[in-house]
């Protein structure tokens, strides 16, 4: 019996309007290498009239910020990721303040968090996390900058230091949300964006979509995560911007709306927590 065949519909045939924003991606990475240019511009013609490009290591920062020096659609996160904190320093922390203060592309501090999912040798332990996490915050309100979260199976305790640290209510986004209403609802309470990636598309995840109708409508924003998570139908293949006019229709049908209507929404939301 031969195995069911996936239609991988062209997104460039449901494009959108071209004010969408892919609030997350990773477009330096290695996987991009080969077409870099042809993504960049089939996110145009899809609908993307900016995407944020998160950068994780500031030692490498100034080199891949070039790749988009022809690209002024494309603004700049940056930040250590928890995964890789274990050499993070006083001259990590620098360097960060360095950059952003040089670079006006700049216009987060982030991904930062909390990451406790990781088994395997070589990643950082969870009690090597939280400073680093921390001394990045506090960075963030020093240069009055907004804010990426990274968490995964850490939600308590990244939640306990950001309201320790007193950032309810502060410019900031949860990026990539998977969890339940339970912490969509903390969320919201707190006042902060949060962002759904294309894993909202799949059926396995009934637990997002039913929190997505929670979060209020200026606090909503999506994303690719690029070049991972791509939602139905192209789960399984490398993610890209493009991909995120098939995100926004999933979660425009959770929403009771239309995905022209919810597609600038999110852009607009963008607009202001990265102040474009």
């Not at 042809?38 to 899809?46: I, Q, S």
């Not at 920062?61 to 690209?71: G, N, Q, S, T, Y």
């Amino acid at each position: 019996m031969s195995k069911k065949h996936t239609v991988r519909t062209d997104p460039e045939t449901v494009a959108l309007p071209r004010f969408g924003i892919d609030s997350h991606a990773h477009l330096n990475s290695r996987a991009f290498d080969e077409d870099r240019e042809e993504v960049l511009a089939r996110a145009a013609r899809c609908g993307l009239a900016h995407i944020a490009n998160v950068f994780l290591n500031p030692e490498t920062f100034p080199e891949d910020a070039r790749l988009f020096d022809d690209h002024p659609e494309v603004f700049f996160l940056l930040g250590v990721h928890p995964d890789d904190v274990a050499t993070f320093s006083d001259r990590t922390l620098a360097a960060i303040r360095r950059h952003v203060t040089e670079n006006p592309r700049i216009r987060a501090i982030g991904e930062i968090g909390l990451d406790f999912s990781r088994t395997e040798p070589g990643g950082a332990a969870p009690e090597q996390q939280a400073a680093p996490f921390v001394a990045q915050l506090r960075l963030a309100r020093e240069l009055d900058m907004p804010i990426a979260i990274h968490c995964r199976d850490a939600e308590e305790m990244t939640l306990g230091i950001l309201e320790k640290e007193g950032f309810s209510g502060y410019p900031l986004v949860w990026h990539c949300f998977g969890a339940d209403k339970c912490l969509a609802e903390r969320l919201v309470a707190n006042d902060w964006y949060v962002s759904f990636p294309g894993t909202i598309t799949f059926k396995n995840n009934p637990q997002a979509r039913e929190a997505l109708p929670c979060i209020p409508d200026n606090r909503l924003l999506m994303e690719t995560d690029c070049p991972y998570l791509s939602p139905m139908p192209w789960r399984g293949t490398r993610n890209e911007p493009a991909y995120t006019v098939f995100t926004i229709r999933t979660m425009a049908e959770c929403r009771g709306t239309d995905p022209e209507t919810l597609w600038k929404l999110c852009g607009d939301n963008a607009k202001a927590l990265y102040r474009l």
